[in-house]
């Protein structure tokens, strides 16, 4: 799962690159995350991770804290999270996660861009038991840092995989430990990098460069829309 799932980042953080939406997409994240669970850090893990998140992207800190202060305004008041499932070019199975103040306009525009691509949105659930819903932490890598000692010391709090990339390593948990998990490793005093629910592929299928092409339009489209938090697809 690991160097599989290396790879799906490396390849949404490229076109994330192309993207200059980024930071309102984080920030949205943090007002969410805010509006949930109060605007206090150290009391809201959730917020603390969408901050960290936002941090390792350099989101300037006024930008941070604008995205707290507007939890409490009227204009967020009916913003909520939704999630649509769909198939695109050469049956490219996509799990789209939304935060949207419109459902209606938002399923609109996703649904436009699977019928534009000769793909489809289908029923809800659909998809599920396709991914696997998984925490993933990237932790600096320290030189004298043990990695079957910290695995060790992850596995009571759900850590499943733990590996590392030169200078990251990679810890992965189901995705009711992510708290535990999030709490452990602070407890260890490792610097978290990023940390995240994803959702992983459980059949992962490889695609040709010509098909690639033709999927990456699609995924492309998606991702440029404001209403659009994370998508994730099946490809190896």
């Given amino acids: 799962m690991g160097r599989a799932f ?8 490229k076109r994330w690159d192309k993207m200059s939406k980024l930071f309102p997409k984080l920030g949205k994240a943090i007002t969410l995350a805010a509006k949930e669970g109060g605007d206090d850090p150290t009391m809201n893990a959730k917020l603390r991770t969408a901050i960290q998140n936002a941090k390792a992207e350099n989101m300037p800190k006024d930008n941070i804290e604008s995205a707290i202060k507007r939890a409490t305004q009227k204009d967020f008041a009916n913003f909520s999270e939704m999630n649509y499932e769909g198939k695109g070019p050469h049956g490219v199975l996509v799990y789209v996660e939304c935060a949207t103040d419109n459902p209606t306009r938002t399923v609109a525009n996703v649904k436009s861009y699977f019928n534009k691509a000769g793909g489809q949105v289908v ?25 079957e000692e910290l695995e060790f010391s992850l596995i009571d709090a759900g850590c499943e995989e733990i590996e590392r990339i030169e200078d990251t390593i990679f810890v992965y ?64």
Avoid at 134 to 141: G, L, P, R, T
């Fill in 123 to 147: 029923p809800n659930g659909s998809l599920e038991f396709m991914f696997s819903r998984k925490s993933v932490f990237e932790i600096q890598a320290g030189e004298d840092l043990d990695m």
């Fill in 173 to 236: 948990g189901d995705y009711t430990a992510f708290g535990t998990l999030a709490q452990e490793i602070e407890n260890l005093g490792l610097e978290v990098l990023k940390s995240n629910l994803q959702r992983i592929p459980t059949s992962p299928v490889e695609y040709t460069e010509e098909q690639l092409v033709e999927i990456e339009k699609m995924l492309d489209k998606i991702e440029e829309d404001d209403d659009i938090q994370q998508v994730f697809t099946n490809i190896a």
């Fill in 6 to 13: 290396e790879y799906r980042r490396a390849a949404k953080e």
